[in-house]
C-alpha cells in the first residue's frame, strides 16, 4: 500500500499541511514550517519510502510541476554545442532544486509555419524559449494563451516581457580592446547569425573599439558565420589569404574560434605567434583547443538558472524584483591571445 501523506505526518509528529508545504516545496504557501520541522518530516518521508504523487499534487495546485525548454535549432539536439549544454544544466539545475521537471521539445524556439502555435501543450507550467527570433511563432501563442514564459538571448520589446540577457555589446568591446592592448591594429571579427541579436550586439562592440582606437574598420575584416566551427573555419581561411591579412580574430563564439584555429594551424601558421584569437562564452570547450582559448565569460550555466528561477516565480505567482536581467560578462585570458607575451593587466584568469 502506498506511503501517504498522513502517514509522514505521523511518523514526523506534525500535521499533513506541514508535510505537504516541505514536501511539495511551494514557497506562497500559507503553512511556514520551521527548519527543525522540515529536517523531521525529511527524515521521516526516507525512512517511510514515501514518493509524490504528481497527478495528485497537479489536481490540487492546478499545475504540472514541469517546465518545457526549447533550443533554437534542430541540431542542437545532435551537435555538442557548449554554450547550448551549459544553458540547459543551468536550467536543469535550478528546476531539479526546485522540485520541477523539464520537458525537452523537439520543436524549436525559431519554428516557422502554421503548426507552430500549437507546439507547446498543456503538459508544461510554463516555457524558456533560448534565442528565439523576433517573430517568433511560438512565443506568440504563449503570450496570446497566457502561459508564462522566458526568453535567454533576446531583445525585449516592452516592459513587461520575461528575458534573460547578457552584456554582450560590452562583450565584444573587451575581446577587441584586449587585442588592442597587445598592439594589434588589424582586427578581424567573425560574427555569428545576423538573426541573432547577440552577433549584432558583439559586432557592434567590436565596430566601436576599433573606431575608439582611432583605427578605420577595413570592411575585409568582418567575415560572416553562423556560430558553427565549420563557418568559423571558413572564415579564417578567407581572411588568411587577404593580401594583406590581420594579425588577429575576435571571434563571435568558442566553436567558431576552434575553427579559426585549426583553419590558422593547417595553413602551417602559429597561433597566437602569428595570429592571436579571441572567441566568446568561455564554456568548457575552451579549455579543450589547442592552445587554450582566451574568451569573453558570459555565464552561461546561470543564465539557465536565472531563466529558470523567473519562470516559476511567474508560474508560482512570486514577486520579483527584475524580469529582464543582464548578465555581466569577463575576460578569461589564456593562451590563444598571446598576452603571456605582453605585459597586460588581466581581468580574469583560468
Same mark, same amino acid.
Given at each position: 500500500?502506498?506511503?501517504?501523506?498522513?502517514?509522514?505526518?505521523?511518523?514526523?509528529?506534525?500535521?499533513?499541511?506541514?508535510?505537504?508545504?516541505?514536501?511539495?516545496?511551494?514557497?506562497?504557501?500559507?503553512?511556514?514550517?520551521?527548519?527543525?520541522?522540515?529536517?523531521?518530516?525529511?527524515?521521516?518521508?526516507?525512512?517511510?519510502?514515501?514518493?509524490?504523487?504528481?497527478? +495528485?499534487?497537479? =489536481? #490540487? !495546485?492546478?499545475?504540472?510541476?514541469? *517546465? @518545457?525548454?526549447?533550443?533554437?535549432?534542430?541540431?542542437?539536439?545532435? $551537435?555538442?554545442?557548449?554554450?547550448?549544454?551549459?544553458?540547459?544544466?543551468?536550467?536543469?539545475?535550478?528546476?531539479?532544486?526546485?522540485?520541477?521537471?523539464?520537458?525537452?521539445?523537439?520543436?524549436?524556439?525559431?519554428?516557422?509555419?502554421?503548426?507552430?502555435?500549437?507546439?507547446?501543450?498543456?503538459?508544461?507550467?510554463?516555457?524558456?524559449?533560448?534565442?528565439?527570433?523576433?517573430?517568433?511563432?511560438?512565443?506568440?501563442?504563449?503570450?496570446?494563451?497566457?502561459?508564462?514564459?522566458?526568453?535567454?538571448?533576446?531583445?525585449?520589446?516592452?516592459?513587461?516581457?520575461?528575458?534573460?540577457?547578457?552584456?554582450?555589446?560590452? +562583450?565584444?568591446? =573587451? #575581446? !577587441?580592446?584586449?587585442?588592442?592592448? *597587445? @598592439?594589434?591594429?588589424?582586427?578581424?571579427?567573425?560574427?555569428?547569425? $545576423?538573426?541573432?541579436?547577440?552577433?549584432?550586439?558583439?559586432?557592434?562592440?567590436?565596430?566601436?573599439?576599433?573606431?575608439?582606437?582611432?583605427?578605420?574598420?577595413?570592411?575585409?575584416?568582418?567575415?560572416?558565420?553562423?556560430?558553427?566551427?565549420?563557418?568559423?573555419?571558413?572564415?579564417?581561411?578567407?581572411?588568411?589569404?587577404?593580401?594583406?591579412?590581420?594579425?588577429?580574430?575576435?571571434?563571435?563564439?568558442?566553436?567558431?574560434?576552434?575553427?579559426?584555429?585549426?583553419?590558422?594551424?593547417?595553413?602551417?601558421?602559429?597561433?597566437?605567434?602569428?595570429?592571436?584569437?579571441?572567441?566568446?562564452?568561455?564554456?568548457?570547450?575552451?579549455?579543450?583547443?589547442?592552445?587554450?582559448?582566451?574568451?569573453?565569460?558570459?555565464?552561461?550555466?546561470?543564465?539557465?538558472?536565472?531563466?529558470?528561477?523567473?519562470?516559476?516565480?511567474?508560474?508560482?505567482?512570486?514577486?520579483?524584483?527584475?524580469?529582464?536581467?543582464?548578465?555581466?560578462?569577463?575576460?578569461?585570458?589564456?593562451?590563444?591571445?598571446?598576452?603571456?607575451?605582453?605585459?597586460?593587466?588581466?581581468?580574469?584568469?583560468?
Amino acid at each position: 500500500m502506498a506511503v501517504t501523506l498522513k502517514d509522514v505526518a505521523r511518523r514526523a509528529g506534525t500535521s499533513a499541511a506541514a508535510v505537504s508545504a516541505t514536501l511539495n516545496h511551494r514557497p506562497g504557501q500559507s503553512t511556514r514550517v520551521g527548519e527543525e520541522t522540515r529536517k523531521r518530516i525529511e527524515i521521516a518521508a526516507a525512512e517511510l519510502g514515501y514518493v509524490l504523487n504528481p497527478i +495528485g499534487r497537479s =489536481l #490540487a !495546485t492546478g499545475r504540472t510541476g514541469v *517546465l @518545457g525548454l526549447m533550443l533554437p535549432f534542430q541540431s542542437s539536439f545532435v $551537435e555538442h554545442d557548449p554554450f547550448l549544454t551549459n544553458v540547459m544544466n543551468g536550467c536543469l539545475s535550478e528546476a531539479v532544486r526546485q522540485k520541477y521537471n523539464v520537458m525537452l521539445y523537439t520543436a524549436t524556439s525559431g519554428e516557422e509555419g502554421a503548426g507552430a502555435a500549437t507546439m507547446v501543450d498543456s503538459r508544461v507550467d510554463g516555457v524558456i524559449l533560448v534565442i528565439p527570433p523576433k517573430d517568433s511563432p511560438v512565443l506568440a501563442d504563449c503570450r496570446r494563451r497566457d502561459l508564462p514564459v522566458v526568453s535567454v538571448l533576446r531583445d525585449a520589446e516592452d516592459d513587461d516581457e520575461w528575458v534573460v540577457n547578457s552584456s554582450d555589446y560590452e +562583450g565584444g568591446r =573587451l #575581446a !577587441t580592446q584586449h587585442l588592442i592592448n *597587445l @598592439g594589434h591594429r588589424r582586427i578581424a571579427h567573425i560574427i555569428g547569425n $545576423e538573426a541573432v541579436s547577440t552577433s549584432r550586439a558583439r559586432r557592434q562592440g567590436y565596430l566601436d573599439a576599433i573606431s575608439e582606437a582611432g583605427v578605420d574598420v577595413d570592411p575585409v575584416l568582418v567575415r560572416h558565420g553562423d556560430f558553427s566551427q565549420k563557418s568559423g573555419a571558413k572564415a579564417m581561411a578567407e581572411l588568411l589569404s587577404l593580401r594583406k591579412p590581420p594579425t588577429a580574430v575576435f571571434c563571435a563564439n568558442d566553436l567558431s574560434a576552434h575553427g579559426a584555429i585549426q583553419s590558422a594551424i593547417s595553413t602551417g601558421r602559429s597561433v597566437p605567434n602569428d595570429i592571436a584569437v579571441v572567441g566568446y562564452d568561455d564554456t568548457w570547450f575552451s579549455t579543450m583547443t589547442n592552445p587554450a582559448l582566451t574568451t569573453v565569460n558570459m555565464a552561461t550555466e546561470e543564465m539557465g538558472a536565472r531563466a529558470a528561477r523567473l519562470l516559476i516565480s511567474q508560474i508560482e505567482n512570486r514577486p520579483t524584483t527584475e524580469r529582464q536581467p543582464v548578465l555581466p560578462v569577463s575576460l578569461t585570458i589564456r593562451v590563444s591571445c598571446g598576452a603571456a607575451q605582453h605585459e597586460f593587466p588581466s581581468t580574469k584568469k583560468p
